[in-house]
């Protein structure tokens, strides 16, 4: 069978990382990149061996790709969303979806009728730690979930081209562009709905002295996001980007009435103080024996090393290429799924400027309700 061809739209830190996965992937192969910068696009050509391109309308048309991968700044994917939309070929875009609910909602509309599929790039429900405690939510471990609790402490925004992960207009805010992951694995884990969000964040650490065309960079550093869901279920995150050294960049739990899961996910190698790569862990706090049981979760160096984010790219990347290949069936995250993520983390931004409860009916109906 011939191999799955890509081509890679945006080609900067993320889109180099999809490059990549897609490498070890068997049956997949990049065939061509896209980027406006000569910088990025020569350093993804030289990294996929694949045709370059500058405009992304010239890919689409070249005919040498039959999936596509959306991964440029945030602020672009409306648009660019809406010519691959055209097209009948698989798209993976990465998160999130759009920068505003809005902007998410007219690309649902605009996918109706679409039988090729549309999947939105959550890389964290993949973490293999994850994974692992999302299969022991299912086995009931757990018993009835009721709370999830997430912490994530990492370090700052990395540099990108122009530095435009530095604004609120261009990421829809640090709660959409960073956390939107966090809020579909509530939603994922508490099998539910949120209703209503309340936040407390600020930008008092990262990048004040930082000044771009006489502007001061906007985005919150650090913050506090409860999630009230629809089956009265409840989930909060905590942020701290500015807390380099933690021992786990996140701790992702779900407490039941029999048990604490924990997924506990180390940062990225080239972070670390050795540089090593570090195994994650699972563990289960069960309630009857008031005991801990802690399990190494392995996984192969090779997938590690090829990007950022735990292995979670290359499995994601798996699961999408053999969505494409059995030719038929959903995305495991889909458009609705990405919509909630914007709209949690877009309420989430109000409630830190209003110092209110964002009663999430206000922002009108999302079509997401069923997924």
Not at 181 to 190: A, C, G
Not at 241 to 262: C, I, N, P, Y
């Amino acid at each position: 069978m011939a191999p799955i061809r890509y081509g890679i739209i945006g080609s900067g830190m993320m889109g180099q990382e999809h490059i990549r996965n897609i490498a070890l992937l068997d049956g997949a192969q990049v065939t061509a990149v896209c980027d406006p910068h000569e910088g990025m696009r020569a350093q993804a050509q030289a990294l996929a061996g694949a045709e370059a391109f500058s405009d992304h309308r010239a890919l689409l048309e070249s005919g040498i790709c039959d999936a596509y991968v959306l991964a440029a700044p945030n602020d672009l994917h409306a648009s660019l969303m809406g010519d691959l939309l055209k097209t009948d070929a698989p798209i993976l875009c990465e998160k999130p979806l759009a920068t505003t609910s809005a902007e998410c909602r007219a690309l649902m509309q605009a996918a109706k009728g679409r039988r090729a599929p549309v999947w939105v790039a959550m890389e964290y429900r993949y973490m293999p730690p994850v994974e692992r405690l999302r299969a022991a939510l299912t086995e009931g471990c757990a018993g009835t979930p009721r709370m999830v609790s997430i912490r994530e402490h990492r370090f700052p925004f990395l540099e990108k081209v122009g530095d435009w992960n530095r604004f609120n207009a261009r990421t829809g805010g640090t709660m959409v562009e960073k956390c939107c992951h966090f809020f579909d694995l509530m939603r994922l884990l508490l099998g539910s709905d949120p209703i209503r969000v309340y936040a407390s964040g600020g930008a008092d650490v990262n990048h004040k002295q930082e000044c771009y065309d006489g502007r001061a960079p906007d985005i919150v550093d650090h913050g506090f996001v409860t999630v009230d869901f629809k089956n009265g279920t409840r989930a909060m995150l905590e942020l701290c980007m500015f807390a380099e050294g933690a021992h786990w960049q996140e701790v992702v739990s779900v407490t039941g009435d029999k048990a604490r899961l924990d997924a506990c996910v180390p940062g990225p190698a080239r972070f670390s103080p050795d540089g090593q790569e570090r195994h994650s862990e699972f563990v289960i706090a069960d309630r009857a024996s008031k005991r801990e049981t802690r399990e190494v979760i392995e996984v192969d160096e090779r997938i590690l090393r090829a990007g950022d984010h735990h292995g979670s790219t290359y499995f994601q990347h798996a699961r999408f290429r053999d969505l494409i290949r059995k030719g038929h069936g959903q995305p495991e995250v889909s458009l609705a799924d990405g919509t909630w993520s914007v709209l949690v983390g877009e309420a989430a931004e109000q409630s830190m400027r209003s110092h209110q409860v964002i009663d999430l009916s206000e922002f009108g109906e999302t079509d997401a309700s069923a997924a």
